[in-house]
């Protein structure tokens, strides 16, 4: 759904009032929100490790561990 939000432009009429009448739908108002390359996301994980291991001095990682880290 949020990519028929970002490519309203593109949808013909009876799809955007399908959109906006049947689910509520509207366009969106912010921009699409860039994708991070692969490269990015490596350079985060690399940072939450060094982080993770500076704070617990380990490296062994509990699996469901989840900590969010500001995107530079």
Do not use: I
């Amino acid at each position: 759904m949020q990519s028929c939000r970002y490519g309203w432009e593109q949808l013909a009429v009876a799809q955007q009032y399908l959109l906006e009448h049947a689910l509520g739908l509207e366009p969106a108002e912010e921009e699409r929100p860039v994708k991070r390359t692969q490269d990015d996301k490596w350079m985060l994980n690399l940072r939450a490790a060094q982080a993770f291991r500076a704070r617990e001095g380990h490296l062994q990682v509990p699996r469901k561990h989840e900590k969010q880290l500001a995107v530079q």
